[in-house]
């Protein structure tokens, strides 16, 4: 997860937990078992996240909107390629990304409509 609070600008937006150090703790804690999620993801999505919040501060700033917060949530996962029917290709894994993003402040429906376009 990353929350910027953006009435306050910090000098950077950080995820909640350093994905480099809860890869750490994972090989750490169990040597030999197989990790939960892919360290690679975890920066990933941290970059995913960063970008997205401070993408949409610097918007609502330049647009002058109420905007107080953005906090964005992020899940990898994995599927089988064969359980996608969306997906082209039936064989092998597939991964995907979803994303949940909170603006908090008092902004129209308009402004969010514009937001949510930039997402």
């Not at 990353?2 to 480099?20: M, T």
């Not at 908090?104 to 402004?111: I, R």
């Amino acid at each position: 997860m990353v929350d910027r609070n953006v009435a306050n600008r910090p000098p950077s937006s950080a995820p909640s937990r350093n994905p480099a150090s809860a890869a750490k703790e994972r090989d750490t804690e169990s040597p030999g078992a197989p990790a939960t999620t892919n360290p690679r993801y975890d920066l990933l999505l941290a970059a995913l996240g960063s970008c997205t919040s401070m993408t949409l501060a610097m918007y609502a700033r330049h647009k002058r909107w109420p905007l107080e917060a953005v906090t964005v949530r992020l899940r990898h996962a994995e599927m089988h390629a064969a359980d996608c029917a969306a997906c082209e290709s039936k064989e092998g894994r597939h991964d995907y990304i979803e994303r949940a993003v909170e603006l908090t402040g008092v902004l129209t429906d308009e402004q969010r409509a514009s937001a949510r376009y930039l997402e």
